[in-house]
């Protein structure tokens, strides 16, 4: 499997308030790792990749919303790699293609549509066999590529860097699933969900930590690391924002020199700083914030 990344790097952010409380706040850019595949997307494709390739399968199907992050990765990274891609829509065809789904059949992404009623059957054996069938042999990889495969590359984010606490934007919580595993019994992961109720990404958290560690994949550690979720900064939902959270996202850009996306980062980041305010952490704390990428979404807003 080769593409060709430039390795993380790790930023710190000038923060007044941090250094007044002795604090280290550092981003990891996951952002600019590559131009098309980057962010927690391309660790949530990686095994899924590598098995698709040891299983001599050249389609790989996924499921996303119209402006899926996941949707633009899949198609950049099959493109890259030698593999024949089809997106399933969520919705209705919408015509002129948005830049999202323009990139992808750029990209030479097949792209089809599921009613919405039709699209949360996505993960069920009927739907799936059915779609087996109309495509013929084809690696399915779940929307988001939430599944082991992507806990697995999720691991690999943090990658030993020495902080104390890592917090992560989380949609279905894969990402921060992977992270945990990572982390050794001293540090803790926060993860901030971008979903109005997010609260009930706990037991799901749980359930990928589970089946992970009863998956038989490689584990880091025998112990599982602490963690928890701050559910209050999701702005009104997904995909929704408030001025308040534009004109962070705008400041933070021009203060640090590092471009936010408005669905998922933009909250996380606004949250750690507000809670910094508040005094939430540890005098001391070396703090990390993933930079999950996404910003192809931020030349377009949603409806
Ligand atoms: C940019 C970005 N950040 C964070 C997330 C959240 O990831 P997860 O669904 O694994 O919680 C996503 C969605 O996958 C994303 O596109």
Not at 145 to 166: K, P, Y
Not at 184 to 202: H, N
Not at 237 to 251: H, I, M, S, T
Not at 258 to 263: G, N
Request: glycine content about 10%.
């Amino acid at each position: 499997m080769s593409l060709t990344f430039l390795p993380p790097n790790i930023q710190p952010i000038q923060s007044l308030i941090a250094q007044q409380i002795g604090m280290e706040l550092s981003v990891l850019r996951l952002d600019n790792m590559h131009p098309l595949v980057n962010g927690n997307k391309w660790f949530k494709l990686k095994y899924n990749l590598l098995e698709a390739q040891q299983r001599n399968l050249t389609t790989l199907l996924t499921f996303g919303g119209a402006y899926s992050n996941h949707i633009f990765a899949t198609a950049a990274a099959g493109n890259l790699l030698g593999f024949r891609t089809i997106g399933m829509i969520r919705g209705e065809e919408r015509l002129p293609l948005n830049p999202t789904l323009s990139f992808a059949v750029q990209q030479g992404m097949q792209i089809f549509y599921l009613d919405r009623q039709k699209y949360r059957q996505r993960h069920t054996a009927e739907l799936q066999a059915e779609l087996q069938q109309r495509f013929g042999n084809v690696f399915i990889i779940p929307e988001g590529g939430g599944n082991l495969n992507g806990v697995r590359g999720c691991m690999e984010i943090v990658n030993n860097a020495a902080f104390d606490t890592v917090c992560v934007a989380c949609g279905t919580g894969t990402t921060l699933a992977g992270i945990i595993l990572s982390l050794t019994k001293s540090q803790r992961a926060i993860g901030f969900p971008v979903l109005k109720g997010g609260e009930f990404l706990k037991s799901d958290v749980d359930n990928w930590l589970k089946n992970y560690l009863a998956s038989g994949l490689p584990v880091a550690h025998e112990e599982i690391a602490s963690w928890q979720l701050i559910c209050n900064y999701h702005m009104g939902g997904y995909a929704k924002v408030n001025d308040e959270l534009l004109q962070f996202q705008q400041q933070f850009t021009q203060e640090q020199g590092i471009p936010l996306d408005y669905v998922y980062t933009a909250k996380m980041f606004y949250g750690v700083m507000d809670l910094l305010k508040q005094g939430f952490f540890p005098k001391g704390d070396r703090i990390l914030l993933i930079h999950t990428g996404g910003l192809q979404g931020n030349i377009q807003r949603r409806d």
